[in-house]
T-cell receptor
C-alpha cells in the first residue's frame, strides 16, 4: 500500500473526446509525476508538478496537460483523444524537500475506441 | 541522453531457481539506480535502490550492486518463488533530477 490513489481505475473513451484522470496522496508529498505505460513497455514520463507548477515535461504534445492543487492532489487532462493514447496512466508522488523516492498509484487503464 | 537497457523477457524459471535480470545504464552524471516491481493489475513498487558506486541494494531476497566500471545494476535472487512472478523495471535518476527514467521492463514467470 503506497497511499497513492488514482481514479478511475478503468475507463473507455471515444476518439476525439477529452478525459480527466485524478491522483491523490495520503502522505502529503509535494511532487507529483505522471507517466504513460503502453502495453509491454516501461513508463514514459509525461510531466511533473511541484507546488502547483509544472516542473519538467517529457516528449508529449500540448493536448496532455495537468494541474496540481494546494492539497497536492493532481489531475491529468488529455484532449482530442487518439487511439494511441490507450495505455495505463500512472501517477507517482514524492517529497522533493525530503528527497524521498517515488510512490506509485495503481494506475488508470484508459482505452480509446 | 539518459537511458536504461534491460534484458528482454520473458524470463521463465522453476521455483527455487537462481534469477538474474541484466540492466545497464548510461553513465551521464552520478545517477541513483532503482529496481521497481509491477505485479499484475497494479502500479510500480520500489524494490531496492543504490545511490553510489559499489552500493548494494537489497530487499525481500533480491539484490543488486551498483557497478560503475560496467555501468550495470543487475538484479539477482538466489531462490525465486511463484509469488515473484511480475514485471521488473530498472530505472536511473540523475543527481539533481527528480524524474527517474525507466527501462522497458522484464517479465518474470516462475513455475511451481
Amino acid at each position: 500500500e503506497t497511499g497513492v490513489t488514482q481514479s478511475p481505475t478503468h475507463l473507455i473513451k471515444t476518439r476525439g473526446q477529452q478525459v480527466t484522470l485524478r491522483c491523490s496522496s495520503q502522505s502529503g508529498h509535494n511532487t507529483v509525476s505522471w507517466y504513460q505505460q503502453a502495453l509491454g513497455q516501461g513508463p514514459q514520463f509525461i510531466f511533473q508538478y511541484y507546488r502547483e507548477e509544472e516542473n519538467g515535461r517529457g516528449n508529449f504534445p500540448p493536448r496532455f496537460s495537468g494541474l496540481q492543487f494546494p492539497n497536492y492532489s493532481s489531475e491529468l487532462n488529455v484532449n482530442a483523444l487518439e487511439l494511441d493514447d490507450s495505455a495505463l496512466y500512472l501517477c507517482a508522488t514524492s517529497d522533493r524537500t525530503m528527497n524521498t523516492e517515488a510512490f506509485f498509484g495503481q494506475g488508470t487503464r484508459l482505452t480509446v475506441v | 541522453g539518459n537511458s536504461v537497457t534491460q534484458m528482454e523477457g520473458p524470463v521463465t524459471l522453476s521455483e527455487e531457481a537462481f534469477l538474474t535480470i541484466n540492466c545497464t545504464y548510461t553513465a551521464t552524471g552520478y545517477p541513483s539506480l532503482f529496481w521497481y516491481v509491477q505485479y499484475p493489475g497494479e502500479g510500480l513498487q520500489l524494490l531496492l535502490k543504490a545511490t553510489k558506486a559499489d552500493d548494494k541494494g537489497s530487499n525481500k531476497g533480491f539484490e543488486a550492486t551498483y557497478r560503475k566500471e560496467t555501468t550495470s545494476f543487475h538484479l539477482e535472487k538466489g531462490s525465486v518463488q511463484v509469488s515473484d512472478s511480475a514485471v521488473y523495471f530498472c530505472a536511473r535518476r540523475s543527481g539533481g533530477s527528480y524524474i527517474p527514467t525507466f527501462g522497458r521492463g522484464t517479465s518474470l514467470i516462475v513455475h511451481p
